[in-house]
């Protein structure tokens, strides 16, 4: 329902912007094609590089770098695993249980999904092109540290 909602929203500024102006309006339409057409290409090959690393790495070694005994260890690499790579949500949840089945610590896996959401490092060159270094260091730095802390905090609930 929410989506008919922001749909007519989006349509009826459209409409009020061809009513101002229909060339201005024609040009914003082809800008925004254009944009979003380069950004897919772009983050499909991203994907592609992501997904062509996660098939090398054995799932194995995945669940045991995030069921290792040392819990702050497993945390900081449950942290970078999710930071590298590309995964939708629809995925990253019922992988995480996966990995939870067989041994990774809650810590871990909170780090995983929390960075996962959060920091996004592959597609850093995309966001520095886009946003400027400077501003896509800190915020991947700060989002790192913020995603541990969210980790921590739940490995104090859980």
Known sequence: ????????IAVSF????IFK???KTKESLVLSKNLLVKTFIEIIGVMALVGLVLAILPPELIK???GNSNEFLSTIYGAVIGALTIIPAFIAFPLSKSL??????LTAIAAFITTLTMVGFATMPIEIKYFGKKFTLHRLW???VAAILIATGMAVIL
Do not use: E, H, P, R
Not at 1 to 8: P, S
């Open 142 to 144: 700060l989002s790192f």
């Open 1 to 8: 329902m929410n989506t008919i909602v922001l749909y007519g």
């Open 100 to 105: 939870y089945q067989s041994g990774a610590n």
């Open 14 to 17: 459209l409409g009020w912007s």
């Open 64 to 66: 045991q770098l995030l």
């Open 21 to 23: 102006s229909k060339d």
